[in-house]
């Protein structure tokens, strides 16, 4: 073998390849992807001459060589691309990999902003990550070529020789470091591949196999792909997981170049929708799994893949939020994703509604965060609703809805009035009540806890809209600041005089006590809890069936709870059941009516309260323990004091005689 050269390679910083080595990047793994990327560009190069008659050869069938010698410790990367002559492996290797290396290391290495987006650009040089040698064995295309074989152990000296090769391509060969001997394990690369090379455009094998995909569905023209494509995609993509809901496959090339599907995944209700899981390509080689710069934030949630050369890769995540190319990207992306949403609800509503316990998240945190999105999609925000509404009226289809117990969902039937809710928008609902209670909503948080309110409300004709996802708080915020002429009210906050009829028999004055018997109810409860900040109420609720309504009601007003519910979002903290709040007296319950009559029989014995008066007063603590019961006011030293309470009143009732 005729040596042709020996030198030194110039480079002005001092020590670069422990720099390479090193310190660098922590992530030594992405040395695989940028040699099978060289790899790859050699082979499009080769068929670009191809086709400007500058070669003659067969490029039919490009591939990617990898193979490991555990034995030897060594890594070999093979294609069959375009060559290099000696003069070009002292350019572009010599002069220009080791250069760029240097003027990539004084960049970034003494940044404070450390976390770089992507590693493209540092090229060839990487292999120094983990090589302790590194050789090149390459023939060029053009006629005539010799074949050379360049070397470097790692020093600024390299050997340029002569080389047996007799086909047109390279063969990279790394002998690693002790400490790198991961990578000369056939299932370590094979796992690489997969993560970083899997859909890069040429076949890479190793074993004889072909390891790699190759296709990129998003590459492929929509029209081209079925529902069933899309679908083993993302199960390839998200093994294991629940189908997603729809998709949107993104394709534009002016004025700037982006393709890519995104995939709306079922959610649990317990989803952070800060973390997401959306693949960032660059001319299908992998990058990162971190798209939060370049995806707006409420469609972090979101999942699939995002191609696109324009993405600036080698700068630091402060610097790509600011760019101006990525922050159009992002408006964009959330545009075709707006546009999916209206087409969809347009075309096939059942689907749309089926849907909306899941992207209705995407919809609300988008209108929360994008003026634009918002803009795009608030007329077709949908909202559960108590009303019964006719099929055509609300498109009904079978819904997933939330079971009253734990995270599992079940399938309601569109068939069955009783069980399938019906969706609405606000504007449907304000113009459907407008007669009853016109500019006005009632809201409801939580099914379970504020049930009795929802009867309440239903029984009396008004229509309750379910706001009970983990972002209705905020987003009940952001209606009321759009819609200032409509009032929102929680079932729970205060009873509306829709549901408050005059009790005449409760307003007449007892000439034994001078007091109505709203009157002496108030005052039982108020001796019997003797609760300072606790304010009671009389009323008469609405009901064809007293005995079916409440016998009392704790009401949280608006203007406090939302207090509580601040103070605990800035302390971190659940937020706690506050002192202050009303007890509503239902003086139409047969149990209050029967109360004030027990409160005052019976003899008193020496000092003290009557038995019948000391039962009353059980009595009073059990109505509001079960009041604050639905509202999930108590901690467990309430709980435990309601329950011994409850035995003793369930014993004091059965020593009664008739």
Not at 163 to 173: A, E, L, M, N, V
Not at 320 to 338: C, S, W, Y
Not at 597 to 625: F, N, W
Request: charged share 25%; with cysteine; aromatic share 8%.
């Amino acid at each position: 073998m005729t040596v042709l050269e020996q030198g030194q390679i110039t480079i002005h910083t001092e020590n670069i390849f422990p720099i390479i080595k090193k310190s660098l990047y922590s992530d030594h793994e992405i040395f695989l992807r940028e040699l099978v990327s060289n790899a790859v560009d050699a082979i499009e190069k080769l068929k670009m001459v191809s086709y400007a008659g500058e070669f003659s050869g067969d490029t039919s069938n490009p591939e990617i060589t990898i193979a490991v010698d555990a034995e030897k410790n060594t890594l070999s990367i093979t294609d069959t691309g375009i060559g290099m002559t000696a003069d070009e492996v002292k350019q572009y290797i010599n002069q220009v990999a080791f250069s760029s290396a240097e003027e990539f290391i004084s960049k970034y290495q003494s940044a404070s902003d450390r976390q770089i987006i992507g590693h493209f650009g540092l090229g060839f040089y990487s292999a120094f990550m983990v090589a302790k040698t590194v050789e090149i064995d390459t023939l060029s295309y053009k006629e005539g070529a010799q074949a050379v074989h360049w070397s470097c152990d790692g020093s600024p000296s390299f050997k340029l020789e002569d080389s047996s090769r007799t086909t047109h391509g390279t063969t990279i060969t790394l002998t690693l470091q002790d400490e790198e001997k991961e990578y000369a394990e056939t299932s370590r690369i094979k796992q690489l591949v997969k993560t970083y090379c899997d859909f890069m455009p040429v076949p890479i094998k190793m074993d004889g196999e072909q390891i790699n995909r190759q296709k990129a569905l998003w590459r492929e023209s929509p029209s081209s792909l079925t529902d069933e494509d899309y679908l083993d995609f993302y199960r390839y993509l998200y093994p294991f997981q629940e189908e997603p809901l729809l998709w949107v496959h993104l394709n534009t090339d002016y004025p700037f170049l982006v393709k890519g599907i995104l995939y709306f995944p079922k959610l649990r209700p317990d989803v952070d929708v800060t973390k997401g899981q959306i693949k960032l390509f660059c001319n299908q080689v992998f990058v990162s799994d971190h798209c939060e710069e370049i995806i707006p934030k409420f469609l972090l949630p979101m999942r699939g893949v995002l191609d696109s050369p324009d993405i600036p890769l080698n700068v630091s995540r402060s610097a790509l939020q600011m760019d101006r190319t990525v922050r159009k990207i992002a408006d964009f992306i959330a545009k075709k994703v707006a546009d999916r949403l209206k087409d969809q609800y347009n075309n096939n509503r059942q689907d749309y509604i089926r849907s909306w316990q899941d992207i209705g998240t995407f919809v609300k945190f988008g209108c929360l965060n994008d003026d634009k999105f918002k803009k795009q999609l608030e007329d077709i925000i949908i909202y559960r609703t108590t009303a019964d509404l006719k099929p055509a009226e609300s498109d009904q289809p079978a819904v997933e809805v939330q079971a009253e117990e734990g995270d599992a969902w079940k399938q309601v039937s569109s068939d069955s009035k009783t069980e399938g809710p019906s969706y609405t928008t606000l504007d449907e609902y304000l113009e459907r009540n407008k007669a009853r209670h016109e500019n006005q909503a009632f809201y409801c948080t939580d099914p379970v806890a504020q049930a009795t309110y929802v009867q309440l409300h239903k029984s009396q004709g008004l229509e309750v809209l379910f706001m009970d996802s983990f972002i209705d708080p905020h987003f009940i915020s952001f209606l009321e600041r759009e819609h200032t002429e409509v009032k929102f009210s929680r079932v729970d906050a205060e009873i509306d005089d829709k549901l408050i009829e005059q009790d005449k028999a409760a307003e007449i004055v007892d000439p034994s006590t001078n007091k109505t018997r709203s009157e002496q109810i108030k005052e039982i409860f108020e001796k019997a809890l003797n609760q300072p900040k606790l304010t009671i109420r009389t009323e008469a609720l609405k009901s064809e069936d007293p005995q079916g309504t409440p016998p009392a009601m704790v009401l949280l007003p608006e203007f406090l709870r939302r207090l509580r519910d601040m103070n605990a979002l800035v302390s971190q903290e659940s937020a706690k059941f506050p002192d202050e709040h009303i007890l509503l007296v239902n003086t139409a319950h047969p149990l209050i009516q029967h109360l004030t009559e027990l409160s005052q029989s019976g003899i008193i014995q020496g000092e003290g309260k009557s038995p019948s008066a000391e039962l009353a007063d059980m009595i009073c603590h059990h109505v509001y323990d079960l009041a604050l019961m639905a509202q999930k006011g108590f901690d467990a030293e309430g709980m435990t004091t309601f329950v011994e309470r409850s035995n003793r009143l369930l014993t004091r009732l059965t020593e009664q005689r008739s």
